[in-house]
């Protein structure tokens, strides 16, 4: 029975493989992986150890024919050695699993070492009902649900919403962070292969949640910058009427503007966190029948992947 058990851990975990998060494209998402691999690796011999213990004890004092007072003693009142060893063992195990979790905690909170020769590219990312705006302050551009970052050099997410709590998830780059109005998070991340990778909110906020993705164009620096400059000489002005209206709750496509709406409104100050919600309070009233994703760019939204 046991061997069946561990047999089909075994089994799910070479199935894991595919899964996105144990195949990281870059630093920070390797670094949680070694720590997620580890932590089951750790657990799952507590597993073995205490099954094989709980056999061992079932079958050693089961009740059967011709057992004695030599197998079992129901008298006993306490053994010191053995309370001293079920007290101490769960504080090894709590150490051992908190030292490599908070020392990666506090690696995360700092910009990958393997790119620390340049700068962290600046990006804010903030969400709105159900979209994400991408601003690029040192390029002076703006993307809308899709963003492209260059290869091996670490990406400085600044987070933020416009109106309801989000979380900002790359899976293939590392794990989340949240994003709330009227406060700004960091959440560093880096690309070092090449690939366009899925993006998403991975916190419910309601009906469009499912339709919050995005896609990241992970490239080299050549290629990102020729990409800054299309954006700079080819794109439109965004304005703060067409932001307003962008701000409304529901589903668009993909879009691309030569500025920012960092320049009349950063949503991460608390002077700014009901600038949303002031303009559209009244859209939260009713059922907004949120269309596919598809539908919306047949219906002319810019297609910028």
């Known amino acids: 029975m046991y061997l069946i058990l561990i047999g089909g851990f075994f089994l799910l975990l070479t199935g894991c493989s595919e899964l996105t998060v144990l195949d990281p494209k870059g630093p920070v998402g390797q670094n949680q992986k070694d720590l997620i691999v580890y932590s089951l690796w750790f657990m799952l011999g507590i597993v073995v150890v205490v099954f094989v213990l709980f056999g061992f004890m079932v079958i050693k004092y089961r009740d059967r024919p011709g057992r004695g007072d030599k197998d079992y003693n129901p008298e006993i009142h306490g053994n010191l050695k053995i309370e001293i060893l079920w007290t101490a063992i769960p504080l090894i195990i709590v150490t051992l699993l908190s030292i490599p979790t908070v020392e990666t905690l506090f690696d995360l909170e700092k910009p990958p070492k393997s790119s620390s020769e340049q700068e962290p590219l600046v990006i804010h990312a903030t969400s709105a009902d159900w979209k994400w705006f991408f601003s690029y302050p040192e390029q002076n551009i703006e993307t809308v649900n899709y963003l492209h970052i260059p290869t091996d050099r670490a990406i400085e997410f600044r987070l933020t919403s416009a109106d309801s709590m989000a979380a900002l998830w790359i899976p293939a780059l590392g794990g989340q962070k949240y994003n709330m109005a009227g406060m700004q998070t960091v959440l ?48 439109p002005k965004l304005t703060q009427e067409q932001y307003n209206q962008l701000l409304k709750p529901g589903i668009t496509g993909e879009m691309a503007f030569s500025n920012t709406h960092l320049d009349w409104v950063d949503h991460s100050t608390m002077m700014n966190s009901d600038y949303s919600i002031n303009r559209h309070l009244g859209a939260y009233d009713k059922h907004l029948h949120i269309k596919s994703l598809t539908e919306y760019e047949e219906e002319g939204d810019d297609d910028e992947s």
């Open 188 to 235: 560093y991340l880096q690309a070092d292969e090449v690939g366009v990778y899925d993006g998403r909110n991975s916190n419910f906020n309601g009906e469009g949640f499912s339709l919050q993705t995005f896609k990241v164009h992970a490239e080299p620096e050549e290629e990102f910058n020729n990409w800054v400059s299309q954006i700079q000489n080819e794109k």
